[in-house]
């Protein structure tokens, strides 16, 4: 096995699509907004990638994204002859076990289980009444920040997002109250990752969230396939949320904040 530095989008998207679901967020990165941002590490065997992993950098700290869809060794033996290419500290995705072998370098601190879901019935979304929610623009990043250090502080927003015009939100008076947006979009790859989800807690049990969502979801199907999102594994209220507007859990995988030792 030989570890390449990949620069070949058309290279990359062939062995994604093999589950699209779950590299829904590695696609999107390719798009032009986000590949100046990424660096792509693989595993080859006779010119043929075997193993892949994404390191992201347009985030004040780097995500590192290494996830496969069934058990084997590939990924360690990847992130082992990656580990001295990889920043001081990083965020990073990982499937299975394969954290540990970043151990014996840096200090690792997990930030839980997650799931992958996707939106797998989109007839669930016209159920729902979402004639509150509107789309929200740039000119509303205030109000977006407030709203979010009030009821999801830690959250990860990148203002820039919001120039895809798909963030959505439900005021009340002029107050924002509910919101929700995209991680990732890409119109050329098809696919996008719903991000930033939250609703003012004193609005809560109002299906404001789910009315956000749903009027969401049905504006970026005009543009793309795919629709996933990651939610906590202990997130219950946001779980049942998303089942009932048609998202299904795909994978698991934890989340974990690294700092070299």
């Avoid at 360690?76 to 500290?89: D, I, M, N, T």
């Avoid at 990651?230 to 779980?239: F, G, K, L, Y």
Wanted: with cysteine.
């Amino acid at each position: 096995m030989q570890l390449i530095c990949l620069d070949n989008k058309n290279e990359i998207e062939a062995f994604l699509r093999r589950n699209s679901w779950l590299y829904l967020y590695h696609i999107g990165d390719l798009d032009d907004l986000f590949w100046n941002y990424t660096t792509w590490y693989a595993l080859k065997d006779n010119e043929q990638i075997k193993q892949l992993a994404l390191l992201y950098t347009q985030t004040s700290v780097p995500i590192l994204l290494a996830l496969f869809d069934e058990p084997d060794n590939l990924m360690e033996e990847l992130l082992q002859s990656l580990v001295h290419l990889l920043p001081r500290q990083f965020y990073a995705h990982l499937s299975g076990n394969v954290v540990n072998v970043l151990a014996q370098k840096y200090q690792i601190q997990s930030h839980g289980v997650h799931y992958k879901m996707a939106l797998t019935n989109t007839s669930c979304l016209q159920t729902v009444d979402t004639y509150d929610a509107v789309a929200l623009s740039e000119s509303d990043v205030n109000d977006l920040d407030l709203l979010y250090r009030v009821s999801y502080p830690g959250n990860w927003f990148e203002p820039h997002m919001l120039k895809t015009g798909y963030y959505y939100g439900i005021w009340r008076g002029s107050d924002l109250v509910s919101a929700v947006g995209v991680h990732v979009y890409s119109q050329q790859y098809q696919v996008a990752a719903l991000g930033n989800f939250t609703t003012h807690p004193l609005f809560r049990g109002q299906g404001l969230g789910k009315a956000v969502c749903a009027k969401l979801c049905q504006a970026l199907l005009q543009t793309v396939d795919y629709i996933g999102l990651n939610v906590r594994a202990d997130n219950i209220s946001a779980i049942n949320c998303y089942t009932k507007l048609g998202f299904e859990r795909i994978a698991t995988y934890e989340e974990f904040s690294l700092k070299l030792l």
